[in-house]
């Protein structure tokens, strides 16, 4: 369910912690298919009638990071917030308290916390919030400041996972969810700034797309194409996650989208291209009727390509709220001709789940699981259960940042059949 925040565990290690009781697993607990340590921690504290708060973090330079910095320093970053954070929970909060410490996608971490005598309060929450954050970011300030130009800092917030809910899933992503909104709810100040820079950049089309080869990866030869979008160039929206996300908070998401597509649509007519393409959509807008509506209107309009051809690859910049809306909506895409993938497996919140309740025609392996997978272990584990799933639902895999010859051959063995990264080509403009 969670991203594992460490690297390097050896086998023997991994398959002994499975069996570990989960109150021995609080330091970012590996992320088992077969359990689930956070929500068996929240059923253990629902059945004791203990309250369950979260403390959540979020890296507000981590998008900075990604656009910036190489790969390799990236993950040093990450390790170095990991071992921060550990370092500093175990000084600021009793350990009768913890219940578990992880990461949340990529820039994100939380705390979770029970309290057995129903004695917290909203002020105590929130000044151990900041005790634990500012004693991160001196650390981090330390311990980056060698190999970092950027000083990390956290936006910050609590809440009490819901006791309303049977399921412990819904109302620990209910919370996470609220969480994030009022972490980074900074960004309110500036939102219409921000709707009038999109509302232009959607107006005058300043944006590109991108292409990036998928190839076979036993032929090498080509087998689609993954679209890819720029934003306007020296700008807060250059970099794609940016750039959709603040769209998201403009309301301005299916418009930006609808402008994607149609610049795509236009490059694929253009070169004659007749090999799968992938378009990446985002769960609101795939749920949206007017979305569907237009993205038929664009169909009709480059008559010459085929439904058929285009994959909807669902990213999972958003939770699903709505699964048999969701549904509703993949139906309807699938009815008319349109193929499915689910983007980013294996990296997310909630990408298993998807998987099992859309059973898409695609499964695309996150890059965080196929980096460095020919020197560990678990990682190779965990791609052979996603193989096994693919199998079980009868869909094809797509390997996603391969970069050395080694990762290649790993998946070759494993007669994965389609791969893409740097290792074959960066994304490129359109079908080059």
Known sequence: MYPRTHRGWDKLKMIAQLLYPSRAL???PPHF????VVLERIETCRKKNQRCALLFFHV????????VYPSHVVMQVEETIAEVFAAVV???????FLLVLQRYDQDDYFILLRDPQQVFSPVWLQQKLDQVRQQAERELRAKTAAFLDVELTFNTAFTWIGEDQQDA???LRQALRDVQLLAKQSVAANLSSYRADIQRIVEEEDIQVVAQRIVSLSTGEIHGWEILTRGPRDSLYAQPQQLFHLAHL????????????QKALAEVEKKQITSPIFINVTVPSLCSSFFYQQVMKLMQRYGKISPQQIVL???ERHPVDDYPSFLRSLAAFREAGFRIAVDDTGAGYSSLHMISESLPDFIKVDRSIIQGIDQ???????LQALLLIAERIGCEVVAEGIETEAEAAVLLRKKVAYGQGFLFAKPQPPFH
């Open 26 to 28: 609080k330091i970012f």
């Open 250 to 261: 403009a309301g301005l998401l299916i418009p930006l989208e609808l402008l994607v597509w």
């Open 33 to 36: 298919f077969l359990r689930d």
């Open 169 to 171: 899933y819904e109302s």
């Open 376 to 382: 560990h272990q678990i990682k190779d584990s965990v």
């Open 313 to 315: 690859e669902i990213t």
């Open 60 to 67: 507000k330079q981590y998008g900075e990071l990604k656009a």
């Open 90 to 96: 175990r000084r600021c909060v009793a350990d009768e």
